[in-house]
T-cell receptor, first 113, second 111 residues
Framework: SQQGEEDPQALSIQEGENATMNCSYK?????LQWYRQNSGRGLVHLIL?????REKHSGRLRVTLDTSKKSSSLLITASRAADTASYFCATDASKEYGNKLVFGAGTILRVKS | DVKVTQSSRYLVKRTGEKVFLECVQD?????MFWYRQDPGLGLRLIYF???????EKGDIPEGYSVSREKKERFSLILESASTNQTSMYLCASSLYSYEQYFGPGTRLTVT
């Protein structure tokens, strides 16, 4: 069952602009993670935010988490052409062993130079 | 630097063939995962393993099996490949409940 749902499905912006992607989920979680995927490649982990955190920064990335609304957003500031990729949120709601993640369908970001 | 490698980037098999996809990680991670990725559907978990010889079904295990005889290696097996198993297959590993590290993917075409 798909838990994370990203919005928008696709986003096209100019270099230097900010890009915001949103993710909604359905059940309580341990943490929420964002990943990037360049065309035809594997996913790369960007940032992890725990359920008791509200905001986290990493370089040009800012992630917020609102557990009352079951939603998260990823902001990329001062975007570059190299940020062109698909972005996925993934939720970890594991109760026992392992950290099974449930991924959304992703947002395709295109940054035009 | 964590490295997850997959045995092939591209693979073409015929319907009914038995297919093995191999994944190896070099960071002593307990957890390993197999996903398939299809356009518009995101990543869907096929199987995962949290220890040697331990395996758990994911969301779409039908038509697949797995093997984990050694900690660093996790194999995905398609017992009798079918055209609806044409997809991108991604392997990942993780330590405890932290981020997952992905391999480059295997694009499998079943004709």
């Amino acid at each position: 069952s798909q838990q994370g749902e990203e919005d928008p499905q696709a986003l096209s912006i100019q270099e230097g602009e900010n890009a915001t992607m949103n993710c909604s989920y359905k059940t309580s979680i341990n943490n929420l993670q964002w990943y990037r995927q360049n065309s035809g490649r594997g996913l790369v982990h960007l940032i992890l935010i725990r359920s008791n955190e509200r905001e986290k920064h990493s370089g040009r990335l800012r992630v917020t988490l609102d557990t009352s609304k079951k939603s998260s957003s990823l902001l990329i500031t001062a975007s570059r052409a190299a940020d062109t990729a698909s972005y996925f949120c993934a939720t970890d709601a594991s109760k026992e062993y392992g950290n099974k993640l449930v991924f959304g369908a992703g947002t395709i970001l295109r940054v035009k130079s | 630097d964590v490295k997850v490698t997959q045995s092939s980037r591209y693979l073409v098999k015929r319907t009914g063939e038995k297919v093995f996809l191999e994944c190896v990680q070099d960071m002593d991670h307990e957890n390993m995962f197999w996903y398939r990725q299809d356009p518009g559907l995101g990543l869907r978990l096929i199987y995962f393993s949290y220890d040697v010889k331990m395996k758990e079904k994911g969301d779409i295990p039908e038509g697949y099996s797995v093997s984990r005889e050694k900690k660093e290696r996790f194999s995905l097996i398609l017992e009798s490949a079918s055209t609806n198993q044409t997809s991108m297959y991604l392997c990942a590993s993780s330590l405890y409940s932290y981020e997952q590290y992905f391999g480059p993917g295997t694009r499998l075409t079943v004709t």
